[in-house]
Structure formats: structure tokens, C-alpha cells
């Protein structure tokens, strides 16, 4: 196993699965993928920019995770930790999935 997919929504459900994605990463040398979506119905990749600008509160919330997840993931694992934070704008199952698929090689 090279890397872990973690969905992370900052519920203590999700940290308790980074911590084990985690103790897994530190004994197989494992890569983590930390995924956090801000939920929208918009299909975001495929609007212009001045569409995308008209949905500020979307555009903040994305803001708010990119400057907030990378800080709130050293709180949980070492520095060290191989873990990389992604952030995502859509429907949260649809946008996991796409990482997966473009992150994860095929087994």
C-alpha cells in the first residue's frame, strides 16, 4: 500500500481516521491523502471565473479550508507525517472519487 485516501470533514470521525491512516502511513511508508470538499451542486471546474465569482460564500469557504487544513493537520500528526492536504469544490462523493482516480494508481 503506497497511499491512503482520507475524506476529512473535521468531524471527530475524520480525525479519528487520519490518526489510524496515519499509524498505518508510519509503519508501511504510505503517502495520505487528506481530501476536504466544499459542498456545492455548481459543476465548479467548468464555470468561467467571473461565474465563479458570483458565489463568494463557496469561494470563502474554499479559502477558509486551503489556509485553515494544513495547520489543523500538523495538530493532529507530527510534522514529519506524510500527509497531503487536498482541497476540492463540488459534490463531496464525486470529488473524492476524482482524486482517488487521478491520484491512486490502479492496483
Not at 78 to 104: D, M
Request: with cysteine; proline share 9%; glycine share 2%.
Amino acid at each position: 500500500m503506497k497511499t491512503i485516501l482520507v475524506p476529512f470533514d473535521f468531524s471527530p470521525y475524520a480525525v479519528a481516521a487520519l490518526q489510524t491512516a496515519y499509524k498505518i502511513s508510519h509503519k508501511s511508508g504510505a503517502e495520505i491523502l487528506c481530501v476536504t470538499v466544499v459542498p456545492t451542486e455548481l459543476d465548479w471546474e467548468f464555470l468561467s471565473e467571473e461565474a465563479k465569482a458570483k458565489h463568494s460564500q463557496v469561494l470563502d469557504e474554499y479559502n477558509e479550508a486551503k489556509e485553515v487544513l494544513p495547520s489543523y493537520l500538523r495538530n493532529i500528526a507530527p510534522a514529519k507525517a506524510p500527509i497531503k492536504p487536498i482541497v476540492k469544490i463540488g459534490v463531496p462523493f464525486e470529488s473524492i472519487l476524482q482524486v482517488a482516480k487521478s491520484s491512486i494508481p490502479p492496483t
